[in-house]
């Protein structure tokens, strides 16, 4: 028989009979969570996995689709009214939230001819992937650059930045942003300028003649933590790529690949993102591959399927498509093809926290 001293003992510290060990730590757990105060040994699975894991799904956006729907937009919205005309790509896993990965935003930005999206500026990097058209412009930094299909051109953390279209038809790009990062850290600032247009003071091409040339000016700074070129243009670095297959130097998992790099150090274009360009040979079959970063890809010429975790994905030029962090996935291309991405590997990097797993 329980008698009531004995009872009293077991509830101030020393757990009594099974039976009543959970209506104890219940009582407890309520009397703690009054103090904001909660055990880590009922959540430990949870907040310290074994293996990562995501809420990202894989998931393509068919260029087709994409191309009507934001056509559409141009009739219910001017770009001024909406400031930026973006579609974003959401992840069907985590709707609601603007991001196509955990740390990344995706959208689709369209500027009609005689369109301007005025200047402002934002801690939260930019990268811009010119999907079609030909001679809207991005000014960064007081540099105005034209852009073509497949230019990669870049928006660093609080710099300047605004798009106009002087030519005449529509130019749709891909836009990835690293505010979920920043986000994440409570760090968001932006600002509007009182101009729509920033005044421009250099050339077209002459962050890319200053600084990917071999050369840097002589004062150049030694350290940078983005990259000083706004456009990495197609027309220089396909040819690359192109170089690179006919080498031979064509990785099994990702084709033959660069790696977009800051000139000053070699690193990463943005400390919040990395990016790559890949020509797969015709009849290529990767092996099978991941990492923990969840990125993002965008099929620029060719035809093929990405395979992510036994599901398929096809894809075909301005496709974009999505590979979630540590799901296993191989390219295969049924046409020579390329392929850009970005990630936010180089956060990862920086902090120590990146892994791949090759084997398979
Ligand atoms: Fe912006």
């Known amino acids: 028989m329980v008698t009531a001293t004995a009872q009293k003992a077991r509830t101030n510290g020393k757990p009594g009979p099974k039976h009543n ?16 105060m909660t055990p880590l040994w009922k959540v430990m699975g949870s907040v310290v996995t074994k293996e990562p894991k995501t809420r990202v799904q894989p998931v393509v956006w068919h260029f087709d689709d994409v191309k009507r729907l934001v056509m559409e937009s141009g009739g219910l919205i001017t770009a001024e009214e909406a400031e930026r005309r973006v579609l974003i790509l959401e992840n069907p896993g985590m709707r609601g939230e603007s991001k196509a990965t955990n740390t990344l935003f995706a959208g689709i930005q369209m500027i009609l001819p005689g369109e301007v999206a005025p200047a402002h500026q934002h801690v939260s990097s ?5 999907l079609d058209g ?9 540099e105005k650059s034209f852009m073509s299909p497949g230019d990669f051109v870049i928006t660093a953390n609080w710099a300047p930045h605004d798009h106009g279209n002087t030519s005449k038809q529509p130019m749709l790009w891909l836009d990835v942003l690293d505010f979920p990062q920043v986000n994440f850290f409570e760090t968001s600032f932006a600002a509007q300028f009182k101009e729509a247009t920033q005044a421009t003071n250099r050339e077209d091409g002459d962050s890319t003649a200053f600084y990917a040339s071999g050369v840097l000016p002589d004062n150049a700074p030694a350290r940078m933590n983005s990259s000083p070129v706004i456009n990495y243009t197609y027309a220089r670095t396909r040819p690359i790529v192109e170089r690179m297959k006919k080498a031979g130097d064509v990785d099994k998992r990702h084709g033959a690949r660069v790696r977009y790099a800051n000139p000053i150090t070699g690193g990463p274009v943005l400390p919040t993102m990395g990016a790559y360009l890949a020509m797969l040979p015709k009849g290529f079959k990767g ?35 999505v590979v979630p962090p540590w799901k296993h996935y191989a390219h295969k291309a049924d046409k020579e093809s390329v392929l850009f991405s970005i990630s936010d590997r180089p956060a990862q990097e920086a902090l120590g926290i990146w892994r791949e797993d090759a084997s398979h």
């Open 21 to 36: 060990i959970e209506a104890v730590r219940q009582e407890y757990y309520e009397r703690i969570s009054k103090h904001d």
């Open 126 to 130: 930019a990268i811009r992937f010119v």
């Open 287 to 321: 092996e099978k591959y991941r990492s923990t970063d969840g990125t993002i890809l965008v099929c620029v010429e060719g035809q093929g399927t990405t395979t992510v975790d036994g599901k398929v994905l096809e894809w075909g030029p301005n496709d974009v498509f």
């Open 134 to 142: 030909e001679g809207a412009y991005t000014a960064v930094e007081g």
